[in-house]
């Protein structure tokens, strides 16, 4: 019973480091967006955390143009 209370003791810590390193990344992110916008809608394309995120939407439309040809 020790054995199982040590293991789930430590699943819960490793859960709790996770999320506030999580939080602390997402809090991160947003500041850095908001700067960018601050700065002008240009520069969100010369962004290094934006490079890729048009590939991804172009195929993200494609698919969903995809999915609506299959349901006619």
Do not use: W, Y
Not at 13 to 22: M, N, V
């Amino acid at each position: 019973m020790s054995l199982m209370a040590n293991v789930i003791t430590e699943m819960v810590e490793q859960r709790i480091a996770r999320d506030e390193r999580k939080a602390k990344m997402e809090e991160q992110m947003m500041k850095h967006l908001m700067q960018q916008m601050q700065i002008g809608k240009e520069s969100m394309s010369q962004c290094p955390m934006m490079k890729g995120t048009e590939s991804m939407d172009h195929k993200s439309a494609s698919l969903h143009k995809e999915d609506q040809g299959e349901q006619k």
